[in-house]
């Protein structure tokens, strides 16, 4: 499991949010049905996460690339419906307790983690792991379950956390699974963000592709964090729900590329091939 900060006893992993000032990705400004407004708003939201609870104006402009003018008419609104808290002292904001319903209802719809929970147990206590089940968030992958194995040394993660979508394996074996033309979407989004980052990238994304129809899975070996080795599967959990990904990783002081391939693998990859099409059964 991939992390910003490699260890569980370091910062919280969190990765920043990937969308950019163009919060609705490539060709949002040509969709006369996209309403930028509301865009912008989810935006304000999605900046909090483990790590950033509280945030400035200043804070939430910088990452969603607005003018602090319209991030000031966008965290008051905000606050005034109840999805932001203003902590005066401080001159910071805070999730309100509007995102609590949110979240809970999001999560509630995901029956997947509790079928998903005990099968990821097994194998962060077999591959003395962190084990983590994810979905897409926009250019980033969301941790909606999370298991550690027994190392007293293990990743910084939870759910909730977010990783990069492009370096990490869950992020890669998310685009391994995804339809053709979400995958396309998400490779302008990648094009768009960061142009001269992006051939490098296509090229890891691509080569994941192959490695999920290959070796069953795909890998991240210190390309997301150099202190960090992952492998993750992909699959479709059924029942209306998107794709999902599952890893298993740990800081390579504890683990290494050779484990997670030749004694990882064939069990996280029997655990997935239990989860698909779970919810449509």
């Known amino acids: 499991m991939?992390?910003?900060?490699?260890?569980?006893?370091?910062?919280?992993?969190?990765?920043?949010?990937?969308?950019?000032?163009?919060?609705?990705?490539?060709?949002?400004?040509?969709?006369?049905?996209?309403?930028?407004?509301?865009?912008?708003?989810?935006?304000?939201?999605?900046?909090?996460?483990?790590?950033?609870?509280?945030?400035?104006?200043?804070?939430?402009?910088?990452?969603?690339?607005?003018?602090?003018?319209?991030?000031?008419?966008?965290?008051?609104?905000?606050?005034k419906l109840g999805y932001l808290q203003h902590m005066p002292e401080l001159g910071r904001y805070r999730l309100g307790t509007a995102t609590i319903a949110l979240s809970s209802a999001a999560l509630g719809g995901l029956?997947?983690?509790?079928?998903?929970?005990?099968?990821?147990?097994?194998?962060?206590?077999?591959?003395?792991?962190?084990?983590?089940?994810?979905?897409?968030?926009?250019?980033?992958?969301?941790?909606?379950?999370?298991?550690?194995?027994?190392?007293?040394?293990?990743?910084?993660?939870?759910?909730?956390?977010?990783?990069?979508?492009?370096?990490?394996?869950?992020?890669?074996?998310?685009?391994?699974v995804c339809p053709d033309r979400e995958r396309a979407g998400i490779y302008e989004d990648l094009k768009a963000l960061d142009p001269v980052a992006w051939p490098a990238l296509r090229a890891g994304l691509d080569r994941a592709v192959e490695e999920h129809r290959d070796l069953g899975c795909c890998t991240s070996f210190g390309e997301w964090q150099e202190t960090v080795c992952a492998i993750a599967v992909g699959f479709h959990p059924g029942g209306g729900l998107p794709p999902m990904a599952v890893n298993c990783g740990a800081p390579t002081v504890i683990t290494d590329a050779r484990f997670l391939l030749e004694v990882a693998r064939p069990k996280l990859i029997d655990a997935v091939r239990s989860l698909d099409g779970v919810m449509g059964a």
């Open 2 to 79: 991939e992390a910003d900060a490699g260890l569980r006893t370091g910062s919280d992993g969190a990765e920043p949010d990937a969308g950019g000032s163009d919060a609705g990705g490539s060709g949002a400004k040509e969709d006369r049905h996209f309403v930028t407004a509301l865009a912008r708003g989810l935006s304000v939201l999605a900046c909090f996460g483990p790590g950033r609870t509280s945030l400035a104006n200043h804070d939430i402009a910088e990452a969603c690339g607005l003018p602090r003018s319209t991030v000031s008419r966008l965290t008051y609104t905000l606050t």
């Open 111 to 176: 029956d997947v983690r509790a079928i998903a929970r005990p099968v990821l147990r097994a194998v962060a206590e077999a591959a003395n792991a962190s084990v983590g089940l994810g979905v897409r968030d926009r250019l980033s992958m969301r941790y909606v379950e999370c298991q550690r194995g027994p190392a007293a040394i293990s990743l910084n993660l939870d759910t909730g956390s977010r990783i990069s979508l492009a370096r990490s394996a869950m992020g890669r074996a998310y685009v391994a």
